[in-house]
């Protein structure tokens, strides 16, 4: 069974930083493509930064500049590193495949920026 375990949220002020984890149980991991993702009370869940199997990235125009993912493969592990955080940043955090599995949103971690 596939999981997805995020870590690494937490409170911070306008302008700091937070280093999120995602720990996968998942065969072959580094052929899958990853992504990070979040949701906003009220809002849909949107794609945040995504990685290739090769470590490729792209990230959603809100994102550019401030967060970078990447991956460990060997530690089944992918990153979101998040500097200069803005209250809108504010949301829980979740990874999944790079086309996203319904069946393996996990629990998320929530993200609250905020003075």
């Known amino acids: 069974q596939v999981q997805f375990v995020e870590s690494g949220g937490g409170l911070v002020q306008p302008g700091g930083s937070l280093r999120l984890s995602c720990v996968a149980s998942?065969?072959?991991?580094?052929?899958?493509?990853m992504g990070w993702y979040r949701q906003a009370p009220g809002k849909q869940r949107e794609l945040v930064a995504h990685?290739?199997?090769?470590?490729?990235?792209n990230y959603a125009d809100s994102v550019k500049g401030r967060f970078t993912i990447s991956r460990d493969n060997a530690k089944n592990t992918v990153y979101l590193q998040m500097n200069s955080l803005r209250p809108e940043d504010t949301a829980v955090y979740y990874c999944?495949?790079?086309?996203?599995?319904?069946?393996?949103w996990g629990q998320g971690t929530q993200v609250t920026v905020s003075s």
């Open positions: 999944n495949m790079g086309r996203p599995v319904p069946d393996y």
């Open positions: 998942l065969s072959i991991f580094r052929t899958y493509a």
């Open positions: 990685i290739t199997s090769v470590s490729f990235t």
